[in-house]
């Protein structure tokens, strides 16, 4: 198969950024007669990989696949149509993805009408291209993260051609609104505040894959929010890269402040947002968290490294005293706040000294919770070249260290609720035990706990009577 007739990602173009600001397209989204009803009589299945912003695009998927007649298949190999929607922010993360599809390969082979795709930020690599094109054959359908309005035309083009259809851009286009959408749940959603991300931090990959930072106006997401507030939704949770560069593209005043302000007036019962980069978080933004009492306590606050010479070399952009200045307004501003953040060890030559002065700023801030990783090299990253002497050994005992640690003080923090009464949003009966519910504190904490008639989307009091390093257990009590 010829390659040139595809449309193919690359990362020196992923790279480029443009001064001005993206248009922002209203989209009355219609789906052309003669593939209206492409999809009736055929089922879906969409596996999402990654973070936030790709939970949301599935959800978009799911919404223009339905507009198409297609119905969701709850088994992933009865499906007409298999979706991957992938991440690519860790070797790993990939692999996994490479593993499922080889899976697929005997799926193929016992349903050759079955329709693969895969999309995401994988999709948006010139590797992964290259890859899938030599090695994986059987894969029909491939599209970025940029062009998800155009899965109608590309599945068309699958079904009616027969033809391996790869469709990826480079860049980013406008900000398209009003596209369809199928929630996973009815009580909790997304909302995209922006899209991409321009800090370029040496070992990261999104800001290739998801192009440029492009904010939504603030009334095309308070639109959104009033209209999930009107179908019964508690919570929203303010999605961006970087919440706190919010408007700055558009000339917004006021900031990612203003629209949390502006979302907390609408009166739904929680708001919760991610991710804030450290660098920005102003002081309006804060007061804001602090005077609103249904934007939650809850802060997510990326630390990377506690190490000034790492941050630099990360391209972070503050210093460790910087992060604990915000840390300590943070702490102090908004009183029984829950901190969780993200933490790379393994960055190129990073020295036990280094290393250390990670775990004193675990021991410093003392987190809820922290998501840990170990570096990996990303094609097309400053960090990719970077030299590296540390082997892998010592990456994975150090990983091992910091996770002790962390494991140590999420159950310290957890303490603090053991006796008292917080405030859940059930999400539903647990997996493991329907007798047993399950849902989300104010501060993010995941509580079990036992009740009576209680459904989705209630907001209950619970008594916790047992502390776990990463859950909370309880008993709902009546509200008096
Ligand atoms: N925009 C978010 C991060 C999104 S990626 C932020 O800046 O906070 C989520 C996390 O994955 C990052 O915070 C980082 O800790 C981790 N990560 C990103 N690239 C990585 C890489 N190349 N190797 C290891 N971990 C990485
Ligand atoms: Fe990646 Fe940094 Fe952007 Fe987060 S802020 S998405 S870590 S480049
Ligand atoms: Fe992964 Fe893309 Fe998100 S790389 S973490 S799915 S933005």
Not at 109 to 113: A, D
Not at 117 to 136: F, W
């Given at each position: 198969?010829?390659?040139?007739?595809?449309?193919?990602?690359?990362?020196?173009?992923?790279?480029?950024?443009?001064?001005?600001?993206?248009?922002?397209?209203?989209?009355?989204?219609?789906?052309?007669?003669?593939?209206?009803?492409?999809?009736?009589?055929?089922?879906?299945?969409?596996?999402?990989?990654?973070?936030?912003?790709?939970?949301?695009?599935?959800?978009?998927?799911?919404?223009?696949?339905?507009?198409?007649?297609?119905?969701?298949?709850?088994?992933?190999?009865?499906?007409?149509?298999i979706?991957l929607?992938?991440?690519?922010?860790?070797?790993?993360?990939?692999?996994?993805?490479?593993?499922e599809i080889g899976n697929l390969k005997r799926l193929k082979?016992?349903?050759?009408?079955l329709?693969i795709?895969?999309?995401?930020?994988?999709?948006?690599?010139?590797?992964?291209?290259?890859?899938?094109?030599?090695?994986?054959?059987w894969v029909?359908?491939?599209?970025?993260?940029?062009?998800?309005?155009?899965?109608?035309?590309?599945?068309?083009?699958?079904?009616?051609?027969?033809?391996?259809?790869?469709?990826?851009?480079?860049?980013?286009?406008?900000?398209?609104?009003?596209?369809?959408?199928?929630?996973?749940?009815?009580?909790?959603?997304?909302?995209?505040?922006?899209?991409?991300?321009?800090?370029?931090?040496?070992?990261?990959?999104?800001?290739?894959?998801?192009?440029?930072?492009?904010?939504?106006?603030?009334?095309?997401?308070?639109?959104?929010?009033?209209?999930?507030?009107?179908?019964?939704?508690?919570?929203?949770?303010?999605?961006?890269?970087?919440?706190?560069?919010?408007?700055?593209?558009?000339?917004?005043?006021?900031?990612?402040?203003?629209?949390?302000?502006?979302?907390?007036?609408?009166?739904?019962?929680?708001?919760?947002?991610?991710?804030?980069?450290?660098?920005?978080?102003?002081?309006?933004?804060?007061?804001?968290?602090?005077?609103?009492?249904?934007?939650?306590?809850?802060?997510?606050?990326?630390?990377?490294?506690?190490?000034?010479?790492?941050?630099?070399?990360?391209?972070?952009?503050?210093?460790?005293?910087?992060?604990?200045?915000?840390?300590?307004?943070?702490?102090?501003?908004?009183?029984?706040?829950?901190?969780?953040?993200?933490?790379?060890?393994?960055?190129?030559?990073?020295?036990?000294?280094?290393?250390?002065?990670?775990?004193?700023?675990?021991?410093?801030?003392?987190?809820?919770?922290?998501?840990?990783?170990?570096?990996?090299?990303?094609?097309?990253?400053?960090?990719?070249?970077?030299?590296?002497?540390?082997?892998?050994?010592?990456?994975?005992?150090?990983?091992?260290?910091?996770?002790?640690?962390?494991?140590?003080?999420?159950?310290?923090?957890?303490?603090?609720?053991?006796?008292?009464?917080?405030?859940?949003?059930?999400?539903?009966?647990?997996?493991?035990?329907?007798?047993?519910?399950?849902?989300?504190?104010?501060?993010?904490?995941?509580?079990?706990?036992?009740?009576?008639?209680?459904?989705?989307?209630?907001?209950?009091?619970?008594?916790?009577?047992?502390?776990?390093?990463?859950?909370?257990?309880?008993?709902?009590?009546?509200?008096?």
């Open positions: 198969m010829k390659e040139n007739k595809f449309n193919l990602p690359s990362i020196n173009e992923a790279r480029r950024r443009t001064k001005c600001a993206a248009k922002i397209e209203h989209l009355e989204f219609k789906i052309p007669e003669d593939i209206k009803d492409l999809g009736v009589g055929r089922s879906y299945f969409i596996r999402t990989y990654g973070c936030q912003a790709n939970e949301r695009d599935s959800e978009i998927l799911a919404g223009i696949l339905e507009t198409m007649g297609y119905q969701k298949s709850e088994e992933f190999d009865k499906a007409d149509l979706l929607n992938t991440c690519a922010i860790r070797q790993n993360a990939e692999e996994k993805v490479f593993g082979r016992t349903n050759p009408e329709i795709g895969v999309c995401g930020c994988m999709a948006q690599e010139e590797a992964t291209i290259k890859r899938l094109l030599s090695k994986y054959p029909d359908l491939v599209f970025g993260t940029h062009n998800l309005y155009n899965l109608p035309q590309l599945l068309k083009n699958v079904l009616f051609s027969k033809e391996k259809t790869i469709e990826v851009f480079s860049k980013e286009g406008e900000v398209i609104e009003d596209l369809p959408s199928s929630r996973l749940q009815k009580h909790k959603a997304w909302v995209n505040i922006m899209y991409g991300c321009d800090k370029f931090c040496a070992y990261c990959i999104v800001p290739y894959t998801r192009g440029k930072e492009r904010s939504r106006l603030m009334e095309d997401i308070l639109k959104e929010i009033d209209e999930l507030i009107a179908e019964g939704y508690k919570e929203v949770c303010l999605l961006g890269q970087n919440v706190n560069a919010y408007g700055r593209d558009l000339d917004i005043k006021g900031g990612f402040g203003a629209l949390l302000e502006a979302v907390a007036k609408t009166g739904i019962p929680r708001i919760r947002f991610m991710t804030s980069h450290p660098w920005n978080f102003d002081d309006q933004t804060i007061a804001i968290c602090a005077k609103y009492p249904n934007i939650m306590p809850y802060i997510h606050l990326p630390l990377q490294s506690g190490n000034d010479e790492i941050l630099r070399k990360m391209n972070r952009r503050y210093s460790a005293k910087e992060y604990k200045e915000l840390y300590d307004k943070l702490k102090k501003a908004i009183p029984g706040c829950s901190f969780t953040t993200d933490i790379i060890v393994g960055f190129p030559n990073e020295s036990d000294e280094a290393f250390k002065d990670t775990l004193d700023m675990v021991d410093y801030c003392q987190y809820d919770n922290a998501f840990t990783f170990i570096f990996s090299r990303r094609k097309g990253t400053p960090a990719y070249d970077m030299e590296d002497a540390i082997d892998m050994k010592t990456k994975e005992e150090r990983l091992a260290i910091l996770n002790k640690k962390v494991a140590h003080y999420a159950n310290l923090a957890n303490q603090r609720f053991l006796n008292t009464v917080v405030e859940v949003l059930v999400d539903g009966p647990s997996k493991k035990n329907p007798d047993i519910y399950a849902g989300y504190s104010k501060e993010n904490k995941l509580v079990n706990f036992k009740a009576n008639n209680v459904k989705i989307g209630d907001l209950v009091k619970v008594k916790i009577t047992a502390v776990k390093s990463f859950s909370l257990d309880g008993e709902m009590i009546e509200d008096k």
